[in-house]
């Protein structure tokens, strides 16, 4: 049996949230917490719905059926904090779903699947027997990139463009599949064709003073991007001044300058989304800023104050939000 193995980064958008996709400045950091993938492949056995592994001569679902037979497939299982949160059996050639744990997923790895071997044929043997464990660092719930990191690894796999299979399921910017294999914190523009990705150094001082606070409420962002494309416009402006904002939050020396940054970027988007801002809604008693990571509403959020992160992160348990992070914890910094 052939082992391969492959990972990426998870990410977070610190500036630039949906104005990235018209072309604003960015500023991303990739996770220190990420996926990997590991692809077994098997010739002339099938896989069991309840195994573990691909085996001889099993029955490709519940019942007997004989169109599966000399059929190649995929068994797809996803892990995080060692429990299986999404088990799948795909049929070759044509990824038919015999067995998922959760089917809007299936369908999505169903897609993701048959647009990368639209795109490389050639590396899906369709009489062998694949069994793919995906290994999540975070959970799928907190909107780090379980998808981006999928894409970045599916791609490394089949040896094709990350980004145009990334074009073939996502509107997006595709910061997050930049995020998948940087190295530390980057500048993102989506220009015409390829985007350019800057790599800096973006490592505070004051960390002690930042978290990343998981705000309990997942988001979907395919739906918020989309929502945004049809019903927001933006004028040259607030392109600019956020792009200003990219570029000189990574330069602030002190905390002060630094939460000056982030609250005038969260008057800018709740003007231009025509939202109040998480923290007059939710966390107005807050001794310092906070800022809506990534589309608002849901996923991480980024407290800054000068109470320190012990602090921080006392004042959010008491709001019944208990997953929050230091800097180290959460941002991939090649200089540590």
């Known amino acids: 049996m052939g082992h391969k193995h492959f990972y990426s980064n998870g990410k977070l958008l610190i500036t630039g949230e949906y104005l990235v996709i018209k072309g604003a400045l960015a500023l991303a950091v990739p996770c220190a917490m990420g996926q990997e993938m590991i692809v077994k492949i098997e010739q002339g056995t099938c896989l069991d719905p309840s195994a573990d592994k691909p085996i001889v001569n099993p029955k490709p679902s519940e019942e007997q059926n004989p169109e599966y ?5 995929i068994r797809w299982k996803s892990f995080y904090d060692k429990k299986c949160w999404f088990d ?12 998922a744990s959760n089917n809007r997923t299936a369908a999505y790895v169903q897609k993701l699947m048959i647009e990368a071997i639209k795109l490389n044929p050639e590396n899906i043997d369709e009489q062998s027997h ?11 719930d907190w909107g780090l990139g379980s998808s981006s990191s999928l894409i970045s690894n599916i791609a ?13 399921l996502h509107k997006g910017s595709a ?4 995020c998948a294999r940087a190295k530390g914190p980057i500048w993102y523009s989506k220009l015409p064709g390829q985007p350019v990705i800057r790599h800096i150094d ?105 109470i320190g992160f012990d602090k921080i992160k006392m ?6 939000l208990d997953i929050v992070f230091n800097w180290k914890e959460m941002v991939m910094n090649p200089m540590e």
């Open 156 to 168: 490394a796999w089949f040896g094709i463009d990350t980004y145009t299979l990334y074009g073939k």
């Open 175 to 178: 910061y997050d599949i930049a």
């Open 202 to 306: 973006f490592n505070p001082g004051f960390a002690y003073n930042l978290a990343f606070v998981y705000s309990g409420q997942k988001q979907d962002s395919e739906l918020s991007v989309g929502s945004f494309l049809e019903n927001i416009i933006v004028n040259a402006e607030d392109i600019e001044r956020i792009s200003a904002i990219s570029q000189a939050l990574p330069m602030a020396k002190t905390l002060r300058k630094f939460d000056a940054l982030i609250n005038e970027h969260e008057k800018i988007m709740s003007r231009v989304l025509g939202k109040p801002s998480v923290k007059s809604v939710r966390f107005a008693d807050f001794p310092g800023s906070i800022k809506a990571l990534g589309a608002w509403g849901g996923d991480f959020l980024l407290a800054s104050s000068e």
């Open 88 to 99: 799948a059996t795909f049929m070759l050639p044509g990824l038919e779903v015999v067995t």
């Open 69 to 73: 037979k000399d059929k190649g497939s």
């Open 130 to 140: 694949y069994l793919i464990e995906n290994l999540l660092e975070f959970s799928p």
């Open 315 to 320: 004042y959010f348990s008491k709001q019944g």
